[in-house]
């Protein structure tokens, strides 16, 4: 069975453009999460959805939004993009949002 | 006071060495924890995943949570190169709580 898969691996962006990052969970995983990781960080929580509707959304500014299509796979959108939001961004899925989740291989966004 | 304290390393052994990585953390209500092992520039594996107190073992890993003391470590026997990688702790209130993730601990085995 395919793992998590995330799209694109990498991508470099200007300030101020905007990004979409997309996720496509593990089949019958109806939770995805999503994460930033900058270098020599643990990762921290962006949202979660489950069954297309946001169950939580962590610490981030309004630039940050995400969305759940039907067949559970997701998007990440960052607008006016900052210096500051280079990083790693990890979706992961799990089974009704339990703790135990799969994490995707991430996408490296540079901004430049 | 960070809710989830790693120490962040760098750790480096010789092979066939037994490794104890560590995490503490100031929230009582975590339940749930997690062992992730990252390789550069990929994404977490999960390597164990526990529901309260107690020990678990998957081959040459055991992980071990203390809630009395808030503590929680993973051992690994006969370590590898292949070991080699940062591994990062992560708990959750409940089932359907947000991951909560330690600095991650940079291990180095050399053979």
């Known amino acids: 069975d395919a793992g998590v898969t995330q799209s694109p691996t990498h991508l470099i962006k200007t300030r101020g453009q905007q990004v979409t990052l997309r996720c496509s969970p593990i089949s019958g995983h109806k939770s995805v999460s999503w994460y930033q990781q900058v270098l020599g960080q643990g990762p921290q929580f962006i949202f979660q959805y489950y069954e297309k509707e946001e169950r939580g959304r962590g610490n981030f500014p309004d630039r940050f939004s995400a969305r759940q299509f039907p067949n559970y796979s997701s998007e990440l959108n960052v607008n006016a993009l900052l210096l500051g939001d280079s990083a790693l961004y990890l979706c992961?899925?799990?089974?009704?949002?339990?703790?135990?989740?799969?994490f995707g291989q991430g996408t490296r966004l540079t901004v430049v | 006071q960070k809710e989830v304290e790693q120490d962040p390393g760098p750790l480096s052994v010789p092979e066939g060495a037994i490794v104890s990585l560590n995490c503490t953390y100031s929230?009582?209500?975590?339940?749930?924890f997690m062992w992730y092992r990252q390789y550069s520039r990929k994404g977490p594996e999960l390597l164990m995943y526990t529901y309260s107190s107690g020990n678990k073992e998957d081959g040459r890993f055991t992980a071990q949570v203390d809630k009395s003391s808030k503590y929680i470590s993973l051992f690994i026997r006969d370590s590898q190169p292949s070991d080699s990688a940062t591994y990062l702790c992560?708990?959750?209130?409940?089932?359907?709580?947000?991951?909560?993730f330690g600095k991650g601990t940079k291990l180095t085995v050399n053979p």
């Open positions: 929230n009582s209500a975590f339940q749930y």
């Open positions: 992961a899925s799990s089974l009704k949002g339990y703790a135990e989740a799969f």
């Open positions: 992560a708990m959750s209130k409940g089932g359907s709580e947000k991951l909560v």
